[in-house]
């Protein structure tokens, strides 16, 4: 992709960022807005790249239950399919009905041996249907504990709870422009502490042959005590800067990103977190301005900070 003007900052270009610098090694976005990375992995079988244990950690809740009850009814049906192949005289309790119903008088018998909740009502009466029926008791109790550790797992977790901007900003700062996006920890009495940014820029140059060039853009301020509030970052956009003199059409012909990594120490938990996002070419506004997302209580005693005001901007003139 052609470069509509040379970057001419002072700056070093980072070549250890880990996403290589051949322009036809990467497609898309280098980082999802969820800080997931964009890369798709082959070539081995799909058991052996993927790691259940962490994907059930990491899973949306929606999905996470989705899994579960699916895991729930799958199971359940595979064990009454068998059971319902078996003679009749391998089970007593179980009602006169026809096939619908004789299968889910099984169904519900499968439910309650592979939960131990054992209403009693169905027993197994042969060799067949107990052998069968103590392998999903055991199943059963395998597969709570396995949940019971995922479960832990997911809420005892440390998680960054952040959430940033969906945009970032070229706008005036001080006497000249600066890049800005902003965050903020969105959980009560969840505070980071010692938390620091890296706020990285990357782009295609083409000499002889197309490669990404990242820099490592300096900041207003890299690292704060804590965050109760939300923290504007901001790149002041001098001639030092590798954005100097670039427009949005600038940034689209270079495939531009801005990809940020933000760590902190959460004090609940005693461990450092970790979250990351980008901003690609078309989701960074020129000429805009955050609206205020913070103001006084009306008593002066405490600080309310709106967090659905987090994506709020407005257009300025050029000139201001």
Wanted: neutral net charge.
């Amino acid at each position: 992709m052609a470069t509509h003007k040379k970057i001419t900052s002072t700056l070093k270009s980072n070549a250890d960022t880990g996403f290589g610098v051949s322009a036809d090694t990467q497609g898309g976005r280098f980082i999802n807005k969820d800080g997931s990375y964009n890369v798709i992995k082959r070539g081995i079988p799909f058991f052996e790249r993927i790691s259940f244990f962490y994907k059930m950690l990491t899973m949306p809740v929606s999905t996470f239950l989705l899994v579960l009850i699916s895991f729930f009814v799958s199971i359940n049906f595979v064990f009454s399919v068998i059971y319902i192949s078996l003679p009749n005289s391998e089970f007593t309790g179980v009602l006169p009905g026809g096939y619908v119903h004789h299968f889910f008088e099984l169904f519900f018998f499968s439910v309650q041996t592979f939960t131990t909740v054992g209403y009693g009502r169905i027993n197994p009466d042969g060799y067949f249907a107990g052998a069968l029926a103590s392998v999903e008791a055991l199943t059963g109790l395998s597969s709570f504990a396995l949940i019971t550790g995922i479960l832990y797992g997911r809420f005892s977790r440390p998680k960054a709870y952040l959430r940033f901007s969906k945009h970032a900003l070229v706008a005036p700062y001080r006497d000249i422009t600066g890049l800005m996006f902003r965050f903020v920890s969105y959980k009560e009495n969840h505070n980071l502490t010692n938390v620091e940014v890296t706020v990285t820029f990357g782009l295609t140059e083409r000499d002889e042959k197309a490669e990404f060039k990242f820099y490592r853009l300096p900041l207003e301020r890299e690292r704060v005590d804590s965050l109760p509030m939300n923290w504007t970052v901001v790149h002041p956009i001098n001639e030092d800067s590798p954005l100097y003199g670039l427009t949005a059409e600038d940034l689209q012909g270079t495939d531009a990103e801005v990809y940020v990594y933000v760590r902190g120490f959460d004090d609940i938990f005693s461990n450092t977190v970790l979250q990351r996002t980008s901003y690609r070419f078309n989701e960074i506004i020129f000429n805009a301005k955050f609206e205020r997302m913070y103001y006084e209580n009306d008593d002066d005693t405490t600080t309310i900070v709106e967090l659905n005001k987090l994506h709020n901007y407005k257009i300025i003139d050029a000139g201001n």
